[in-house]
């Protein structure tokens, strides 16, 4: 596994009115400033990254072992006076804290053959955390920290059949190193050693390092779990818009844990911009047999059958397709993305019930009804496709833990997945009084009707111009969003089309206040939003090519770049509530930084391979990259706060005083 590989920290448009809500979201908390880099007017000397401050190497506990045997790997780092390294994964012991911005010293073990020598990160024994006092703009607080000389210590054993001579060992090292006042540029680099196999029966000799002080806190017990076969802890970690958290899934009970949070970010999918919209069209196809307790009951498990079949048939194919790991890859391919809409766009059509032109028997077969188990069924699935091009809080992290597990654990955390989405709609149906109050027949019930299918002929619409868009886009140029301009027109003409129904329908003044008032404001908000994302934007994007970010790079620039598709509606949604906001506009603007934008909508293989560099398959993903192309930060669910705390890392201005900052 290499460093690349611990990284994978998760989109369709169905209504128009949801994208204002999100657009007026408010911004984070206040900006925190802390020191990263070394200014170049500082009375200070100058460093290149953080291995000018602390050294790296490879320790074995022996130079020679025999087969069979079991030993200790050492990376050892070693900080000079003054100097701290962040603490690896895990929680930081009391009393200390953790530094929210901190670089955490990371291992991995390079993918390949690694000979007859395993080693087992799993079951590292990381160094003892010390406490240093700094102010990093939160006030003086006792941080955890490594200083000094400290050891890495990693498991090791030796195949029983391993034949004689030498072996190199290989680990990947990554980390940042501190004083009290600022960081230098982290530091990652693969350290090599090797030890020597004897003989079979051969005895041992070379230099034995077990009474070093670095394998002091070694415990020799480990290598009976290691023997035994118990699976070394799995911690998973969490991180929302800032809030983080950890839970290990290794046992019965942590893996009954992370199958929970998957089933949450399933239910929360049911929240997001793709699926929320198509909530009423279910409501009204349950509320037309609320009477019947039973019937209402199985048209929801049949639903609730489809979303979860979705998801595991999806699972499947992850965890039996090496070249597909991505929940949205899918939508990487143009020609699924227009399939899908030409499906939502059959399917507004017949729900609107506007044209009595006789189609072909298979295209009436994609009406689903929602009054039959098989309508249901499909409906379920096409919700839960709808769903993949966004991702739910909680589900990414899950998922991509997933990805690297067997199939069956695949199939598994994916099937809780669409349980976890399939829930609403069993709740839905086993209470059919949440539904009874939905009009179920006559010209009410057939306007809403129509106005629902005007809006999902929207996303259809929607679904099939981004689709094109991604044929018809070149690589490093922006795509086109002329397709905005007739998805508009289907909504607002389902506004229009509320709006003068039910001035016709009824006579009664609060009926037309209303639902006229809504029709206007929905009509209204489709011209908007057809606006909005038309528009060029406050951000001048320079759209990526290697060449360009080489530049910019070279330039002594501070890169943001932003990976994003026409189809990721999450993405957009974070560029409108936190890259477009006041400060960080600002921020993107200043002559160092260069906005740099990713667009995956069509095919792209420079972008796909500087998204697997940065570690990810998914999108929505920012990556903020500091002098000489090293990566200060990235994160798939962000706030504005800590954009500008990225870029100031990648500046070195993160938490200098003004005097400080100043020539």
Known sequence: MTLRDRFDRPNALSAFCLLLVLVLVGEASAQVDFGFGVPKAAAQPVFNDSRDQVSASILPSRTEVAPGADFIIAVVLDAEPGWHLWPGPGSIPEPYVAFSSAIRTEIAIPAGDSGSIELHPGFTIWPEVHGVEADLGDGPMNYGVYEGRVGILIPATVAADAPPGPQEISVEISFQACD?????QPASETLKGTVTIVAAGGVPAGTNHDGDPVFSRFDPSVFASIRGGEAPPEVVEFDVFGLTFSLDAAGGGGFFLLLLVAALGGLLLNFTPCVLPVIPLKIMGLSAVAENRRRCIALGAAMSVGVVFFWMVLGGLIAGLKSFQSISELFQYPLFTITVGAIIVVMAIGMAGFFTIQLPNKVYALQTSHETLGGSFVF?????????PCTAPLMGAAAAWALKQSPATVLTVFGAIGIGMAIPYLILSAVPDLVKKMP???PASEVVKQVMGLLLLAAGVYFVGSGISGLT??????PSRLYWWVVTLAATSAGVWLLVRTWLLTSKVWPRLVFGSLGAFIAALSIWVGMVM?????INWIYYTPERFATAISDDKVVVLDFTAEWCLNCKTLEATVLQTARVVAALERDDVVPMKIDLTGDNPDGKARLAQAGSITIPL?????????????NDAYTPNQVLDAIAEGDGTFGRTDSSATP
């Open 440 to 442: 179920r027949t006559g």
């Open 473 to 478: 886009v070149v690589p490093g140029e922006p």
């Open 534 to 538: 038309t528009a060029k934007g406050p």
């Open 622 to 634: 920012l990556v903020v990259y500091g002098k000489d192309a090293v990566e200060v930060w990235k």
């Open 180 to 184: 009290d006042q600022f960081c230098l």
């Open 380 to 388: 379920g699935i096409m919700t839960a496709i709808l769903s993949t």
